[in-house]
């Protein structure tokens, strides 16, 4: 055991940044992720056993017996041939095992004494349930050993006050510590729970069949059967759990959750919505749930309705769905529902400025003053003109623009849904789920981050292709940055030559005093080796004049083959050539620029077809305003942890992501763009870790370091209002870049970075790139954490190796599932263990890896 543990820590020590100190099992995260890519591990990773719940054992040792299995489990959440090792900055493991399980704790939310745990057990002690009539029970359950798990005709047993265990597994002290089951008060918080969900008592897989019986409403115990569930469970309602799978054959959970979503008790009840100011009424409750395209999700409050063209949203909100149609259901829309300012009305409500700024995206001319009249297939109208001008949602791009600032659209099938109202399960159509199932990622950096390409690689990785439009943007792109790039160097060059001459003269003068002969030689001697001869001069002066413009993007790509041979002449010219060799000190000339200038007479051609390579090397992307954005999948099977096994409740196992990447000049137009996002999932903010010796000019002109450049940018984003909630993963790119420079400038040449100071302990042969590329993730981390006091995820990646865009995305997928993990609370999960949340959650207690 020993050795084992030192072996681990071993591999750990290997992971870490030479002298930090090992993670202590309260402080271990995944937030740094690198890759490992050292040989195969000589020993199994733990994985988990199944924890013997019959244990005769006392409530401690079984306690350290669940903490102990539940450690090993989340051991083995590192799945086998994983390349992310998960590793921390700080603090000692005990053994992998042990370590990995706390890590997990450390990704997700502490156990709050005031939680959602407590509060049910606090709440199923204040309220005990009935018991069932047909209910029969034995006389102490706290002293009866747990029976045969599938024993489902035993009779069930709602938590009594009256069992010692229950009493203290209700109130979260005593004997029964936090979570225990409220029947036999046995097991902690890692052990696996039903919740009833109207008074919340939690039962463990021993005991809930006595405690809920058949289910009748779903999980419920006997004695709440009829009563209305808790409010916040609602989300839950129909989403089985690991414990109903293990309990139940697929076809019986199905059952079950259908009663739970159908059955009268737990459907809404009518004082509980409000409609356009009128509470509705039972009937209207049954219309509106009952009609083809209800609203999902609904939960009481009070909302507004708009008859004609079928928008529903909350009050003083914008629109949120698009439901049937023509429900006689509230009382009249008011001009002011969604609190909108635009003086732009929608079948007489005025419309919100995100609603105004789509449908100017979607092209439709809405100065102020228009009122218009929307029908439900979204043809639209002039009031009082009878003309349709159009229909809205009928473009894909509109759709696609309005699924990305979360704007309803209509389901594709409207019509077809009428006919199928009769049939109530018809409701569940996969379309919501699938819509439920996008996450939006916006990608952002400063210029030159990688963003775009990242975006591109993106593009290609996950299938999707460019269109003949977009080819042909970016090849005019790629011919009119030839020009760019030339500009550039024939600037250097200029300089360059000037300080020649200028050294040159001074060596002049100083000879000139101590060997008067020499005297007319240097006066004569006026070249240098940055010269370049009278026609090219001319040509350079030409275009820097038109560059000092700003009318390249005028004169180019028109020209672009006119001009040819003459960009292939000075590209190859030696002075250029030496001045390329200084490339280090032309801030604002990309990499990238000797890959195109070499091919300059293929890429001016007018048969030139930019190749994928060079798509990728291309700087930016054709975009519309600066904003692009991208819709694919992730096989969810490719987790970086698996996901768990028959799943039967979720259909698809893809779940659908929209890219979006804005430019480092929307950014800079006063981040107008940001502010139409809502429901980011997570910022992507990309980094070039190369930039740490680069100079930038700020708006203003002034020239800055970049990496301060960035990090500016990084404290805009992360205070900006629309992202107070959203987890920030922070791409480091171009680590290959880094890894080369790092060698010959030192990374305190950026003033940030000025207490880098590395010290290279003997038992590890971590490069300096590897200190460094630490270093600066941490200082990301510590800058991140004063913001907000969140945890920032930080991912390194080369972004022109495509395998690296790909991890980095299947990394982005695992912190959206911590972090939707620490939305539902870890606790909750364990003692809900609901589906939507768990999947990451799941390896730490499967026994089948
Ligand atoms: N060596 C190296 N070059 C990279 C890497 N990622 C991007 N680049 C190059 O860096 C340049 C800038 O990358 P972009 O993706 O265009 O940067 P951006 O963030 O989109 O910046 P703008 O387009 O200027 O807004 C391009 O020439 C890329 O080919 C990388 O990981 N390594
Ligand atoms: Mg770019």
Redesign the pocket.
């Given at each position: 055991m020993a050795a084992a543990a030192s072996s681990w820590e071993e591999a750990l020590r290997k992971m870490l940044p030479p002298g930090a100190p090992l993670p202590d099992e309260d402080h271990l995260d995944y937030s740094i992720s690198v890759e490992y890519d050292g040989p195969p591990i000589p020993y199994e990773v733990p994985r988990i056993k199944p924890l013997e719940n019959r244990s005769s054992s006392s409530s401690s040792s079984a306690a350290a017996a669940a903490a102990a299995a539940a450690a090993e489990a989340a051991a083995a959440a590192l799945p086998r041939g994983s390349r992310f090792a998960r590793s921390r900055c700080a603090d000692p493991p005990r053994g992998a095992a042990t370590e990995s399980a706390r890590s997990s704790s450390a990704v997700l939310p502490q156990p709050d004494s005031d939680g959602a745990a407590d509060a049910s057990s606090a709440s199923a002690s204040a309220s005990p349930p009935q018991r069932g009539p047909e209910t029969t029970t034995k006389p102490d359950l706290a002293a009866e050993p747990p029976g045969d798990p599938i024993a489902g005709a035993s009779p069930p047993r709602p938590p009594s006050s009256s069992s010692p265990a229950a009493a203290a597994a209700a109130t979260g002290g005593g004997v029964g510590r936090r979570g225990a089951c409220a029947r036999c008060g046995k097991g902690g918080i890692l052990r696996e729970r039903e919740a009833c969900l109207a008074c919340g008592a939690r039962y463990c897989g021993d005991c809930v069949l006595r405690a809920m019986g058949s289910m009748p409403e779903g999980r419920k115990c006997v004695g709440c059967i009829g009563r209305p569930i808790a409010e916040p469970k609602r989300s839950a309602l129909g989403k089985s759990s690991r414990m109903l799978s293990k309990l139940f054959s697929p076809r019986e959970v199905q059952q079950i959750m259908k009663a739970e979503r159908e059955c009268a008790a737990n459907q809404l009840r009518p004082g509980q919505l409000t409609v356009n100011g009128h509470d509705l009424t039972q009937e209207e409750l049954d219309e509106i749930l009952g009609c083809p395209n209800p609203p999902q999700k609904l939960r009481p409050g009070r909302y507004w309705y708009d008859k004609d063209s079928g928008l529903w949203g909350k009050e003083g909100e914008k629109p949120d769905q698009i439901i049937s149609s023509k429900l006689n259901v509230g009382g009249k829309l008011q001009p002011d529902a969604s609190n909108g300012n635009t003086q732009v009305f929608i079948n007489g409500r005025e419309i919100t400025k995100l609603e105004l700024r789509v449908l100017k995206l979607a092209n439709v001319q809405c100065p102020r003053g228009t009122h218009f009249w929307v029908y439900d297939d979204g043809s639209y109208e002039e009031e009082g003109q009878n003309i349709i001008r159009g229909k809205i949602w009928e473009k894909a791009s509109t759709r696609l623009i309005c699924s990305l600032f979360s704007l309803p659209t209509p389901p594709e099938n409207t019509p077809g849904l009428r006919e199928d109202a009769s049939a109530p399960s018809s409701r569940l159509i996969p379309e919501y789920l699938e819509q439920r199932r996008v996450q939006k990622l916006l990608l952002l950096?400063?210029?030159?981050?990688?963003?775009?390409?990242?975006f591109k690689q993106a593009k290609f990785l996950y299938g999707s292709k460019f269109s003949a439009e977009e080819m042909q943007s970016m090849k005019l792109m790629i011919q009119s940055n030839l020009y760019k790039y030339l500009s550039i160097l024939l600037e250097g060059r200029e300089q360059f030559e000037d300080e020649a001459l200028e050294e040159k003269r001074n060596r002049g003068l100083y000879a000139d005093e101590s060997h008067p002969s020499e005297e007319s030689e240097v006066k004569e001697d006026c070249s240098c080796i940055y010269s370049i001869n009278q026609r090219l001069k001319h040509f350079s002066d030409w275009l820097l004049e038109i560059v000092a413009m700003g009318d390249l993007d005028a004169f180019f790509p028109a020209a672009t083959r006119e001009y040819a041979p003459v960009v292939e002449e000075i590209w190859r010219d030696p002075a250029i050539q030496e001045t390329y060799k200084r490339r280090n000190e032309l801030h604002s000339l990309?990499?990238?620029a000797g890959y195109f200038l070499d091919k300059a007479i293929e890429v001016s051609s007018n048969e030139y077809e930019p190749t994928e390579k060079d798509i990728?090397?291309?700087?930016?992307?054709t975009d519309c305003h600066g904003l692009v954005f991208l819709e694919f999948s992730l096989d969810d099977q490719s987790m970086i942890s698996d996901p768990p096994t028959g799943r039967f409740d979720c259909p698809s196992s893809q779940t659908k992501y929209q890219l979006i990447r804005v430019?480092?000049k929307g950014l800079n137009e006063g981040c107008r763009w940001l502010e139409m996002f809502e429901d980011i999932r997570a910022v992507i903010f990309?980094v070039?870790l190369s930039d740490y010796d680069q100079m930038w000019p700020r708006d203003s002109g002034d020239l800055c370091n970049k990496m301060i450049l960035s990090k500016e940018l990084f404290e805009n984003i992360v205070n900006h209002p629309s992202f107070q909630d959203t987890p920030f993963v922070l791409l480091l790119?171009?680590?290959?870049?880094f890894e080369e420079k790092i060698d010959k400038i030192p990374l305190t040449v950026c003033e940030w970075f000025s207490d880098f100071s590395p010290v290279k302990p003997h038992h590890t042969n971590q490069s300096l790139a590897s200190h460094a590329y630490y270093f600066i993730a941490v200082k990301f981390k510590d800058l991140y954490a004063s913001l907000c006091d969140r945890k920032l995820f930080v991912f390194q990646?080369?972004?022109?190796e495509r395998s690296t865009i790909d991890d980095s995305f299947k990394y982005i997928r695992e912190v959206l599932k911590w972090d939707d993990m620490k939305d539902d609370n870890v606790f909750a999960v364990l003692d809900e263990s609901f589906y939507t949340t768990d999947a990451t959650y799941s390896n730490y207690l499967r026994q089948d890896l």
């Open positions: 950096g400063l210029e030159g981050s990688g963003s775009s390409t990242i990309p990499n990238v990728l090397y291309a700087e930016g992307v430019d480092s990309c070039s790119n171009k680590y290959d870049t990646m080369k972004a022109l």
